[in-house]
């Protein structure tokens, strides 16, 4: 049988098309719907992957997704599609992109091509392929080099700043003892989930000797001593507020405040 049909892009969303797991003929249409019809790109995990027209930028796991399939069935359909050469699979460092051989036969102007133009067409989609995969692969291995060294850097930047820290805290040591000096500096060199800043980067003001003059008063000896004396901290603000309150109101019992007039006036001081 010859000619062809037009079947619009819409198809692929269509909830009747996607409605029970595909068959291989079904999943195979759906490949060439789904293929690029010109030249694009898209982005995975920060690196740019090219697709060309006629290749299918989903990988495996998608496609299985999408057709209801177990990974393995998707895996031997791509095999029978490889060894029929309808496919040629380009593995790169982040995905993999399926080329469809021939994709001009399904979308085309409608003007006929005789064998000659279709092998040519067939040969110059997997030639354009295996030189896309080789240009990919050199664009990604420098895009991770790349961002291996920028993180390289900002950690070797980072531990200059914890370096002259330490040259900064190390200037009180006739002040300090040794011991608490390595206390400071382990609290607050402490660094955040990214690992770009250190705890006393991120305070809105620092003043180092007014810090371990404070550190010194409270005897500071340890982290758990730092979160207790953290907690007590609120508490006191707390009962400072209460204190100040109930005097306001004309309350001497703080059960009585808790029970009745403070609640009825709208406080709440809840830890």
Do not use: C
Request: aromatic fraction near 10%; charged fraction near 30%.
């Amino acid at each position: 049988m010859s000619g062809w049909v037009k079947i619009g892009r819409k198809l692929l969303n269509d909830p009747m098309y996607l409605s029970e797991p595909f068959t291989k003929g079904q999943a195979w249409i759906d490949m060439i719907l789904l293929a690029n019809y010109k030249d694009n790109h898209f982005y995975k995990r920060g690196i740019r992957v090219d697709v060309l027209r006629g290749q299918v930028g989903m990988d495996l796991d998608t496609l299985a997704k999408r057709w209801q399939w177990s990974r393995g069935k998707a895996e031997r359909f791509m095999n029978t599609l490889e060894n029929e050469n309808k496919i040629v699979r380009q593995k790169t460092n982040v995905t993999t992109l399926f080329s469809i051989i021939n994709y001009h036969l399904y979308q085309t102007d409608g003007k006929a091509n005789d064998n000659a133009n279709d092998n040519a067409n067939g040969n110059e989609i997997v030639k354009q392929t295996t030189n896309q995969t080789v240009n990919q692969t050199v664009i990604q291995t420098e895009q991770i080099k790349e961002r291996k060294e920028i993180k390289k850097e900002k950690k070797e930047k980072l531990l200059g700043r914890k370096q002259d820290f330490r040259d900064q805290l190390f200037f009180f040591s006739s002040e300090y003892p040794e011991s608490m000096l390595e206390e400071f500096f382990d609290y607050w060199t402490e660094e955040n989930k990214s690992g770009t800043q250190m705890k006393f980067e991120l305070q809105i003001t620092w003043d180092l000797s007014k810090r371990l003059s404070r550190w010194s008063k409270n005897n500071f000896k340890s982290i758990s001593k730092i979160q207790s004396n953290e907690q007590s901290d609120r508490k006191n603000e707390r009962n400072a507020v209460v204190e100040r309150t109930m005097a306001r109101i004309g309350i001497k019992n703080e059960n009585d405040f808790s029970r009745g007039t403070g609640n009825q006036q709208g406080f709440s001081f809840e830890d």
